[in-house]
């Protein structure tokens, strides 16, 4: 207790006091003196993440900064000081308090409150080629679904979005993305690369099978080589128009990408066919003269023929074989195509040739020969014996055959001939050739007592006198030459004769003739006496 209204404390409350006055009846007045309690102030976090704070001492009736918070909780700001856990902030972060309790060392705790931070998300569409999608606002620690992905990038399909090494799926509830006040978080589209499938065609005449490639939008590829097949044609590439299978648009083995952006969509390639080219050779097998160029050919394109420029003594042209000693396959100019399948190929063509028929006529070549012989046919290049003469001329031998009327034999009786004539169906004339036949004269002497005579060389046809007789026969006079040993005379010495006989190489034998000697016999007495 003081004792004035301004005075410090001189008695202690309950204290033992005496002579407070001296004046009988006096009052004395002793005025209460107050000290303000002292307090303190504790600040809780309140879900705080982080910080600590010492207590605040506090004077009752003492206004007092509060302390600067300390704490921090991830994803909020710090909105002030509130009196209970989940009560409303009372105080702001360093406001001035006064009074927070009246009780003398008190306690008061203030509750840290916290208000969560605002963030935004950008989304960005990470190399979309069309689209778009707005921002979108978030609250720490409120879950919220993602805006829908509105971008989109040719040849891929949207994965989701990328943040932070994982991927958010589109339309994702998501929450606490920053902790950041008015942060901005910036999701990237992940796109995956669309998945197709090229499919292999034979395209017109092609055969054989292929399997499907898969490839990836943005992914370079070879594309698989060519299986297909097509008789007599080469195969130089794809084409992507079903309808056009000439251009080419991709050459085997190629390497593409991008052919559709379509997801599990398809691409569809057609082989390209060129059809091939090839030569045809021609051979003159044989022939004798003439050139020929070879001939170019397309598979499937019907051609004709060069004509033959070839020839060969003795034959005609027949046509084209596919070897040298085949049939004909194809006949002079024919129209011819796919010959062969092999591109830049070579077909030689063999000409054939037939061996050009003739005639042989045989002329008896002397009106006096007589006989028939029919003609003989032969073929160039096939020996044959020539038929045996028919043909005969009294006292000669047939001699052989001549090629004129006045020629010597070139070819004797049944000889082996060839190529008497090379035009075909010609007639080839043979003259027969007739040789004198030659005989022999035989002189006998038939009788004769003496003498000799050499046979005598004739030839048919050619006159010749008659060797004179060298025989003799005594008492005999020579009186010719007759044809056999007991004629008459037929021929006077040293006639002239011709043609004894037609026999080749005949004898012909003369028999002398023989007049007897007439003669006188006198007869002589020689004493007779008488008679005569």
């Known amino acids: 207790w003081a004792t004035n209204a301004t005075g410090e404390a001189v008695y202690a409350d309950g204290s033992e006091v005496v002579n407070l006055a001296a004046e009988s009846g006096a009052t004395a007045k002793l005025y209460a003196t107050w000290t303000p309690n002292a307090y303190k ?8 993440t982080s910080g600590s704070m010492s207590d605040q001492a506090f004077t009752y009736d003492e206004a007092q900064a509060l302390a600067s918070n300390g704490f921090a909780k991830v994803g909020y700001a710090f909105a002030g000081w509130a009196t209970n856990a989940t009560g409303a902030a009372a105080f702001a972060d360093g406001e001035a308090a006064l009074n927070l309790t009246a009780e003398p060392d008190g306690a008061v705790t203030l509750f840290a409150t916290w208000t969560p931070n605002a963030y935004k998300v950008r989304f960005d569409g990470n190399g979309a080629t069309s689209g778009a999608t707005g921002e979108q606002g978030f609250t720490y620690d409120e879950s919220q679904a993602l805006a829908q992905n509105g971008f989109a990038k040719v040849g891929y399909t949207f994965a989701g979005w990328a943040f932070g090494g994982d991927v958010i799926a589109d339309g994702a509830v998501v929450s606490n993305l920053t902790a950041v006040a008015d942060g901005t978080v910036t999701l990237l589209a992940t796109w995956t690369p669309n998945e197709y499938t090229v499919g292999f065609h034979g395209g017109e005449g092609g055969t054989g099978e292929m399997p499907g490639e898969s490839m990836k939008y943005d992914e370079e590829a070879a594309l698989y080589s060519n299986l297909f097949f097509r008789v007599g044609y080469t195969f130089v590439g794809w084409t992507d128009d079903e309808t056009d299978l000439e251009e080419v648009d991709y050459l085997d083995g190629a390497v593409v990408s991008n052919l559709t952006a379509e ?3 398809a691409f569809d390639l057609w082989a390209v066919w060129t059809p091939n080219q090839y030569t045809v050779a021609f051979d003159a097998n044989g022939g004798d003269a003439g050139e020929m160029d070879a001939q170019d050919f397309t598979y499937d394109a019907a051609q004709a023929l060069a004509s033959n420029a070839f ?7 027949a046509g084209w074989a596919t070897s040298p000693t085949g049939e004909v396959a194809y006949a002079d100019g024919a129209v011819v195509s796919n ?3 092999e591109a830049d190929g070579e077909v030689t063509l063999y000409a054939v040739w037939t061996a050009n028929p003739y005639q042989v006529v045989f002329d008896r070549n002397d009106e006096l020969a007589t006989g028939e012989m029919d003609a003989q046919d032969l073929v160039y290049d096939a020996a044959d ?6 043909f005969a001329k009294v006292g000669y031998t047939f001699a052989g055959w001549a090629t004129n009327a006045t020629g010597a034999a070139v070819y004797a009786d049944g000889a082996e001939v060839v190529n008497l004539a ?3 169906g010609a007639t080839v004339t043979l003259f ?19 003498g000799e005579m050499a046979d005598q060389a004739f030839t048919y046809d050619a006159s010749q006198a008659l060797a004179s007789n060298a025989y003799s026969k005594v008492g005999y006079a020579f009186a010719g030459w007759a044809t056999n040993a007991t004629g008459a005379a037929v021929y006077d010495d040293g006639e002239t004769v011709l043609n004894l006989t037609a026999e080749a190489d005949g004898v012909v034998t003369l028999f002398a003739t023989w007049t007897p000697n007439e003669y006188t016999v006198a007869f002589d007495g020689n004493g007779a006496t008488s008679g005569a």
């Open 263 to 265: 997801v599990d969509g």
């Open 339 to 341: 010959l062969t399948a």
């Open 385 to 390: 014996n020539l038929a045996s003469n028919g």
């Open 41 to 48: 102030v504790a600040f809780d976090g309140n879900g705080a």
């Open 311 to 317: 020839a060969k003594v003795g034959y005609t042209y």
């Open 432 to 450: 027969a050739t007739w040789t004198p036949n030659s005989y022999a004269v035989r002189f006998d002497g038939n009788g004769a007592t003496s």
């Open 422 to 424: 090379a035009e075909s």
